[in-house]
């Protein structure tokens, strides 16, 4: 029997890309999976709540249609660099604080938040301590007005994954005290509907080069197996972490084998 049978799991993004692999991987091992996406998923989910990741009273109203305690939430939705910089922000990390804070009381006991990043977020030590700073902030509209008042350099896709990850890492012991788990999921390039999008932020010439070397970009199902086993019981002291799920991009860029991709 599947440990992940009976279980419940909210999936935002799961109608397309790395959300719909994690869904239909769930649901596969027998899980119930209540979907949160502005768009209708293919997978056969247990519930469908729409909703707009850039507002949080949207992100309230549709808490406010799921029922019952969970067994993890899992959060993958997000948006590609060339929308504009304070959308990017908003979804891919004033969001998933939000919803990650406002989900605590319908986590059961051993609970797993698990939130999908990116390797394009790993110059976040350079930018730590604006970082902790925007996370300081107490509510999405102060994040969002700190971000207005503090322009970052580069894309604003690369700072909202900094932030999401830092986020992701700095919130572990907080969690454990609450008897939760939350960890990120780093991808390099994947196979999803957005690529284009990411050749278009950050060169096409790089995602290319990586593509190159590594023999193919990741398919969302290579992603998707890591989100999962993040989510589950054997990954029970799996806590605080960012994983680099890259083909090993992210180890030889640390070990000096590769130097760092110019994003």
């Not at 899980?31 to 709540?49: F, G, I, Q, S, Y």
């Not at 019952?68 to 969001?95: C, E, H, M, W, Y």
Request: aromatic share 6%; glycine share 10%.
């Amino acid at each position: 029997m599947s440990e992940f049978s009976g279980k419940r799991y909210v999936v935002t993004g799961a109608a397309s890309g790395i959300g719909h692999a994690v869904a239909q991987q769930l649901l596969a091992a027998g899980a119930e999976v209540h979907c949160l996406d502005r768009n209708t998923p293919t997978a056969a989910v247990t519930t469908h709540v729409e909703v707009n990741l850039a507002d949080p009273r949207s992100i309230d109203a549709a808490l406010e249609q799921l029922t019952g305690q969970f067994d993890g939430l899992i959060q993958v939705a997000g948006i590609p660099g060339t929308a504009p910089a304070d959308l990017v922000l908003a979804v891919n990390s004033l969001a998933v604080r939000h919803l990650t804070e406002s989900f605590f009381d319908r986590l059961l006991p051993g609970a797993a938040v698990t939130i999908v990043s990116s390797t394009a977020g790993f110059g976040w030590p350079l930018r730590l301590e604006s970082i902790r700073d925007l996370l300081a902030t107490d509510t999405f509209e102060e994040g969002a007005a700190w971000f207005k008042d503090n322009p970052q350099r580069g894309n604003a896709y690369n700072f909202s994954k900094e932030v999401t990850t830092v986020y992701a890492q700095s919130m572990g012991l907080a969690l454990h005290e609450m008897g939760f788990r939350i960890n990120a999921v780093l991808p390099g390039p994947v196979e999803t509907p957005i690529l284009t999008d990411f050749e278009e932020t950050m060169g096409k010439d790089t995602l290319d080069g990586v593509k190159e070397l590594l023999g193919r970009h990741a398919t969302p199902e290579d992603i998707a197996a890591v989100v999962v086993f993040l989510a589950s019981d054997a990954a029970g002291w799996v806590n605080g972490q960012a994983i680099a799920a890259d083909g090993g991009l992210t180890g030889a860029v640390a070990a000096g084998v590769i130097p760092a991709p110019e994003i």
